[in-house]
């Protein structure tokens, strides 16, 4: 099976294209460095001529309201070129969720990616995906100083990226869902405590105070970000990560 991975180079998809060729697939990354630019479109049909699958994994640079505007111009085109290519199965990568925080726009943003996917005559897969370990750090990094970092108590329930990776290789193979398929970590954390194991297993000593409009998290509100029934739970355990760095 030939499979485009858009995004290919990143901290999932280099991880997607390595499971899928180890798996006899012939998986072919694409980035903005092999030519691809799917803002303009430049590059997209060459990418996309003779695969049977095509997995999404770009990113906006930004978080903010512009983020809207590249999910649209990228998805469109996107979904554009995969239907005149024949392509049989389009699979994007998604965040748990993400249709229940109106409030924050990069999660809007990503709610409109997947409505533009399922508008599409393309048959498709959405891997919603917890948040990553690897990002933890940039999380606490957005509301600390030298003495002290703030924290929301959030639930979450965080996983790591190659258990993410793994999961949408396994989609990307299967037959298309028309639908969503939910993943995430083994173990909830309210977001404060995440913040303390984190610290202490880097031996840092700063406090973590529960500020409830802290960082991005604090605008999500009840449970919305832990896995819902039915949700496929990685194995991968946040300490046991941490201990392996």
């Known amino acids: 099976m030939k499979i485009a991975v858009i995004g290919g180079t990143g901290l999932i998809g280099s991880q997607v294209v390595g499971i899928l060729d180890a798996g006899g697939h012939e998986a072919v990354p694409h980035s903005p460095s092999s030519g691809l630019d799917l803002l303009s479109g430049q590059g997209l049909a060459e990418a996309l001529e003779g695969s049977d699958v095509v997995v999404n994994l770009t990113n906006s640079p930004t978080f903010d309201e512009a983020s809207l505007a590249f999910f649209q111009t990228t998805m469109d085109n996107l979904v554009a070129a995969a239907a005149t290519a024949g392509v049989g199965h389009l699979v994007i990568l998604s965040i748990v969720g993400v249709d229940q925080v109106p409030e924050l726009d990069y999660y809007r943003a990503k709610t409109l990616q997947e409505d533009i ?6 048959p498709y897969t959405i891997v919603r995906a917890t948040q990553f370990f690897e990002f933890v750090d940039a999380v606490l990094s957005w509301t600390s100083d030298e003495n002290t970092v703030h924290l929301p108590v959030t639930p979450v329930q965080p996983m790591a990226a190659a258990d993410v990776a793994a999961a949408v290789a396994e989609a990307s193979v299967e037959a298309p869902l028309q639908g969503v398929r939910n993943v995430a970590g083994p173990e909830v954390f309210a977001l404060d405590e995440l913040g303390r194991v984190t610290l202490a297993a880097k031996g840092d000593e ?12 604090a605008a999500v509100k009840g449970d919305v970000l832990i ?9 991968t355990a946040y300490r046991e990560w941490l201990a392996s760095r």
Not at 117 to 122: D, F, M, N, R, T
Not at 206 to 217: E, L, S, W, Y
Not at 227 to 235: D, E, L, Q
Request: proline residues 11%.
């Open 117 to 122: 996917l399922k508008a599409g005559p393309v």
């Open 206 to 217: 700063r406090p973590v105070v529960v500020d409830d409009t802290a960082g991005m998290f």
């Open 227 to 235: 896995a819902p029934a039915g949700a496929v739970i990685a194995k």
